[in-house]
């Protein structure tokens, strides 16, 4: 089991950026590939973006790419979601998740992900 707790949400202006920070409590945590999604009221949760075991490799949702940097820390066991030139349609609860299966590709979809944060909401201001 591992435990995933968000924090670094709150409100931001358009244009503006924050940095969400995902802390796990994985005794190894390099053995996790860690994916953001994020809800809107009303809307099904939806991918953001999956970072590899080392941090080599990322995919990125077509509404974030170019804006939104997944990065990870394996010594600090946290991953990391730059979000720039936010927009108020980015305005959701952003969640962290996790999975160990060792697939073929990084995985987009919430099923594939066994662990889940508690969630953190992000407000964008037009």
């Known amino acids: 089991q591992v435990q995933l707790v968000e924090s670094g949400g709150g409100l931001a202006q358009a244009g503006g950026s924050l940095r969400l920070s995902c802390a796990a409590s994985?005794?190894?945590?390099?053995?996790?590939?860690m994916g953001w999604f994020r809800q809107a009221p009303g809307k099904e949760r939806e991918f953001v973006g999956v970072i590899s075991r080392s941090g080599s490799n990322t995919l990125y949702a077509d509404s974030v790419k170019g804006r939104f940097i997944i990065s990870r820390d394996n010594a600090k066991n946290t991953v990391y979601l730059q979000m720039n030139s936010l927009k108020p349609e980015d305005t959701a609860v952003y969640y962290c998740?996790?999975?160990?299966?060792?697939?073929?590709?990084?995985?987009?979809?919430?099923?594939?992900?066994?662990?889940w944060g508690q969630g953190t909401q992000v407000t964008v201001s037009s």
């Open positions: 998740a996790a999975y160990t299966k060792t697939l073929y590709s990084l995985r987009v979809t919430a099923t594939a992900y066994d662990y």
């Open positions: 994985a005794r190894t945590f390099s053995n996790y590939v």
